[in-house]
């Protein structure tokens, strides 16, 4: 083919990709290329583009299909550069005088940053006591814990200063004054401030949440959590009624500090926790001028002072995932030393955050930042991410301009899928506004999988592009769900990424398939990608992906976390929904911080929610939820979908969307109307709902017209109802080991019976000889009976003729056995190849 490339790079990216393409085709211009080329070599070129882009990479392949006619391929970079047909512009400003680009309807992120600076700047003023300080030292051997955390001394810290502040202050002004007192801090603030410190162990106390005005007491809770949400370790359940009092009356040092209540501490070591013989960061100069400047600035602000934060899970969250990456990154990195202006080298001198150990290196480290030095750095960074935040979707990596997601489908199987599109396209811009809950409920071998892909897309604006992720139920299917989406979407290395359990799971599946490769010649080498883990990853998991990790807004704070980046990063995330649980779970820390980041830019796709028990259905409503409240569209696909289960799902993602628009709205004050629809084979349908009863009605009324339409097809799947010998169950005569030996043999016999009569009704026949063959699945919900049951059926014998392989498989197999009966039970249950069985 003949092919036409413009680029529109700026800076050093259109250095880099002039030195790729020069490789390729020959100048026309100086960003002009044209040659002829292969589907291959273009498709190494794309990728080679893909590897070395940059922010300001922006390349399109334009496709010479004949005389005044051509077709735009792709585009590299970003896409913004050009219009949908590749096109730029005759004439631009040099200058963006309006900025338009700079703003965001976000109304809460002024205050979303106050709130974390301010925590940044408090979030570890606890290290400054005696007992931190001695296990930090690399000289002396001391416990590896204290009797209360560091977080735990930090709040009480800041409130014992609030508590100086508000000291006869009337309850409206309280969050005001202290505000205004932290704007503008004496010299001899920490003086001042002691003497109202509540120390745990010594005196008497109650929470440290109980007397503290509502900004205070939000700024307070970011502190507490910064590492991991406070969990009760008594059976108290009033909390559970009084959900108000939680924060008042019950959060106390137990919850946050174990340690406190499992181990006799000495008198001694729990004054070292309240002692501070170097003083606090009060006492750093340097500290106090940036504490000042954003409490000025929260000072000023209104709205912030008028909210009830705690209530407000949008802003709160955010405020809390800033903080959290900022603190994880500023802390793996090497003290920027003593002479930089973050630390005062006069007023506070000897006070540590942290200890810094070379790779290798069998010491116990070495001093490393010091205490006013890392709270201002991570109340920098802080402050960058949440800047970031309502930006952060469009600099990521999308899939924009698809042509497989576009074109209609001519199979009549599949001709719903087009009606789907069309009404995903046909909501777009009520959905910018309302968000997005979708119900696929079409049968099974429609090709929802397909289906789900095109409407999401259809969903998302052509010219920005579409990011989504899919969570499965099964984590064996992780691997062969990423591979179906490769096919079926024709998508790259660069667009999908697949998040699994460990490297091994994926290098085995990679094995098995290279193995298929070399023998059907039919198909392309499986992800590759690299292995990586750091102190906020899940150690075990992998993230398959070749995509370019940018140099966007976050590349600097997930740099040292390949595998986070990479889950980010990538356009479509294939993975099993506990990878993303973790961000509606942050009760350990940094875990929360890449699935958070994952649903604030992407869409979510539910795959057979159903298969989950009712004791998993608080858990998948609270990811609905964290979706709705993150402002993501949520799409449900199985066929078998109770009507219950999507009446909860929708009841949580509404709850969610409601504060999502409270906090990101034009007009907060409107009642989320969020954009209902309906797909399967027979028709597609869309309504707004504003309340639960709404969708429940309309849902109920299209899946009784679904039902009509179904009883008039031919049946497929026809079930019928076996009996055991009715002897066995009774056992009052047996004890129980007999009983169960009994059962089992009975349970065996019936299989067996059911075995052979399902094989004569129902069976494959050899193109050329004169073979049957069957496959049948038994499904028992635990291994030992499981195990006990094949036992005895490999006993029993079989009829002349007849031949029963069986299959045994549960999680307790090595990971080699069980790859390989996946590999076997891949090959043979391929519905698109009958004849694979031979």
């Given at each position: 083919m003949n092919i036409l490339l413009v680029s529109q790079c700026s800076k050093k990216a259109l250095k880099e990709t002039r030195r790729v393409i020069d490789q390729f085709a020959e100048r026309t211009g100086d960003r002009t290329?044209?040659?002829?080329?292969?589907?291959?070599?273009?498709?190494?070129?794309?990728?080679?583009?893909?590897?070395?882009?940059?922010?300001?990479?922006?390349?399109?392949?334009?496709?010479i299909r004949g005389r005044n006619r051509t077709e735009l391929k792709w585009l590299v970079g970003n896409p913004r550069r050009f219009n949908e047909w590749g096109s730029v512009p005759t004439n631009v400003t040099g200058r963006d005088i309006l900025r338009s680009s700079d703003e965001n309807t976000w109304q809460t992120a002024e205050d979303i940053r106050v709130l974390a600076g301010i925590a940044a700047l408090f979030h570890d003023f606890g290290k400054a006591n005696k007992a931190f300080q001695n296990k930090l030292n690399p000289n002396k051997k001391t416990s590896s814990y204290e009797p209360y955390r560091h977080e735990w001394v930090s709040v009480r810290l800041f409130e014992a200063f609030v508590l100086h502040a508000i000291e006869g202050?009337?309850?409206?002004?309280?969050?005001?004054?202290?505000?205004?007192?932290?704007?503008?801090?004496?010299?001899?603030?920490?003086?001042?401030?002691?003497?109202?410190?509540?120390?745990?162990?010594?005196?008497?106390?109650?929470?440290?949440?109980?007397?503290?005005?509502?900004?205070?007491?939000?700024?307070?809770?970011?502190?507490?959590?910064?590492?991991?949400?406070?969990?009760?370790?008594?059976?108290?359940?009033?909390?559970?009624?009084?959900?108000?009092?939680?924060?008042?009356?019950?959060?106390r040092a137990g919850w946050n500090s174990p340690?406190?209540?499992?181990?006799?501490?000495?008198?001694?070591?729990?004054?070292?926790?309240?002692?501070?013989?170097?003083?606090?960061?009060?006492?750093?100069?340097?500290?106090?001028?940036?504490?000042?400047?954003?409490?000025?600035?929260?000072?000023?602000?209104?709205?912030?002072?008028?909210?009830?934060?705690?209530?407000?899970?949008?802003?709160?969250?955010?405020?809390?995932?800033?903080?959290?990456?900022?603190?994880?990154?500023?802390?793996?990195?090497?003290?920027?030393?003593?002479?930089?202006?973050?630390?005062?080298?006069?007023?506070?001198?000897?006070?540590?955050?942290?200890?810094?150990?070379?790779?290798?290196?069998?010491?116990?480290?070495?001093?490393?930042?010091?205490?006013?030095?890392?709270?201002?750095?991570?109340?920098?960074?802080?402050?960058?991410?949440?800047?970031?935040?309502?930006?952060?979707?469009?600099?990521?990596?999308?899939?924009?301009?698809?042509?497989?997601?576009?074109?209609?489908?001519?199979?009549?199987r599949f001709a719903w899928q087009n009606k789907a599109y069309e009404l995903a396209v046909s909501v777009r811009d009520k959905v910018k506004t309302h968000g997005f809950f979708g119900v696929n409920v079409a049968s099974t071998g429609k090709g929802k999988t397909f289906a789900n892909a095109r409407i999401m897309y259809g969903l998302a604006d052509d010219r920005k592009g579409c990011r989504f992720s899919v969570a499965l139920g099964l984590r064996t299917l992780t691997l062969q769900t990423g591979d179906a989406f490769k096919d079926l979407l024709r998508l790259d290395d660069e667009d999908l990424a697949v998040l699994i359990g460990s490297k091994a799971v994926k290098d085995l599946h990679e094995q098995a398939k290279t193995k298929r490769v070399l023998e059907e010649e039919s198909k392309q080498e499986v992800l590759l990608g690299s292995e990586s883990a750091n102190d906020f990853s899940d150690q075990d998991s992998y993230v398959s992906y070749e995509g370019m990790l940018g140099d966007g807004p976050l590349s600097r704070w997930l740099d040292k976390s390949p595998n986070n980046n990479k889950l980010v990063n990538a356009p479509v995330l294939v993975s099993t929904i506990d990878h993303l649980m973790p961000s509606t779970e942050g009760s350990r820390g940094g875990k929360q911080i890449a699935p958070m980041l994952r649903l604030l830019t992407s869409d979510l796709v539910l795959d057979e929610p159903d298969d989950f028990g009712l004791e998993d259905l608080p858990a998948l409503c609270r990811l609905v939820n964290w979706a709705g409240m993150l402002g993501s569209n949520v799409l449900l696909s199985s066929a078998t979908l109770p009507p219950d289960l999507i009446n909860a799902l929708f009841a949580a993602y509404l709850a969610g969307r409601k504060h999502y628009e409270a906090a990101v709205?034009?007009?907060?004050?409107?009642?989320?109307?969020?954009?209902?629809?309906?797909?399967?084979?027979?028709?597609?349908?869309?309504?707004?709902?504003?309340?639960?009863?709404?969708?429940?009605?309309?849902?109920?009324?299209?899946?009784?017209?679904?039902?009509?339409?179904?009883?008039?097809?031919?049946?497929?799947?026809?079930?019928?109802?076996?009996?055991?010998?009715?002897?066995?169950?009774?056992?009052?005569?047996?004890?129980?080991?007999?009983?169960?030996?009994?059962?089992?043999?009975?349970?065996?016999?019936?299989?067996?019976?059911?075995?052979?009569?399902?094989?004569?009704?129902?069976?494959?026949?050899?193109?050329?000889?004169?073979?049957?063959?069957?496959?049948?699945?038994?499904?028992?919900?635990?291994?030992?009976?499981?195990?006990?049951?094949?036992?005895?059926?490999?006993?029993?014998?079989?009829?002349?003729?007849?031949?029963?392989?069986?299959?045994?498989?549960?999680?307790?197999?090595?990971?080699?056995?069980?790859?390989?009966?996946e590999n076997m039970l891949d090959t043979i249950l391929n519905r698109k190849d009958p004849h694979a069985i031979w």
């Open positions: 290329w044209q040659t002829a080329i292969t589907e291959q070599g273009l498709a190494t070129l794309r990728k080679l583009l893909k590897k070395t882009a940059r922010r300001n990479t922006s390349v399109a392949c334009h496709w202050v009337e309850k409206s002004k309280q969050d005001a004054t202290w505000l205004q007192l932290l704007s503008d801090l004496p010299d001899d603030i920490e003086s001042k401030v002691m003497p109202s410190l509540k120390r745990d162990g010594i005196d008497k106390v109650s929470s440290p949440f109980k007397h503290l005005p509502p900004v205070a007491k939000a700024v307070a809770w970011l502190i507490l959590s910064h590492h991991k949400l406070p969990e009760p370790l008594d059976s108290n359940t009033d909390y559970v009624k009084y959900p108000e009092l939680l924060m008042d009356d019950y959060i340690q406190c209540r499992n181990q006799d501490w000495k008198t001694t070591e729990i004054e070292a926790v309240w002692n501070f013989p170097k003083g606090s960061p009060f006492c750093s100069k340097v500290w106090r001028e940036r504490v000042s400047r954003i409490a000025s600035q929260g000072a000023k602000r209104t709205q912030l002072l008028t909210q009830d934060w705690l209530n407000q899970p949008f802003s709160l969250h955010l405020a809390r995932l800033s903080l959290m990456l900022g603190d994880h990154y500023y802390s793996s990195q090497k003290s920027i030393g003593p002479k930089h202006s973050w630390h005062d080298n006069k007023g506070y001198k000897g006070v540590y955050a942290n200890t810094w150990r070379e790779r290798g290196s069998r010491d116990n480290g070495k001093y490393n930042q010091t205490l006013d030095e890392h709270l201002i750095g991570v109340y920098r960074h802080s402050h960058q991410i949440v800047r970031s935040l309502s930006s952060l979707k469009e600099s990521l990596p999308v899939i924009t301009r698809h042509p497989e997601l576009k074109k209609r489908t001519l199979d009549s709205s034009v007009n907060p004050s409107q009642t989320p109307n969020v954009v209902c629809a309906w797909f399967d084979e027979f028709r597609s349908d869309s309504i707004q709902a504003s309340e639960q009863t709404v969708f429940s009605k309309h849902h109920q009324k299209l899946m009784a017209t679904r039902a009509e339409k179904l009883l008039g097809q031919s049946i497929k799947r026809r079930v019928a109802l076996v009996d055991c010998d009715g002897k066995v169950g009774c056992g009052n005569e047996m004890d129980s080991k007999t009983h169960d030996s009994t059962v089992i043999q009975a349970v065996s016999n019936r299989i067996h019976q059911s075995i052979l009569a399902l094989h004569h009704t129902h069976h494959h026949s050899h193109p050329s000889l004169p073979a049957k063959a069957s496959f049948g699945l038994v499904r028992m919900a635990n291994i030992n009976p499981l195990v006990a049951v094949a036992k005895v059926l490999m006993d029993i014998p079989s009829p002349d003729g007849i031949q029963v392989h069986y299959c045994v498989y549960h999680s307790q197999f090595l990971l080699l056995q069980r790859s390989a009966i």
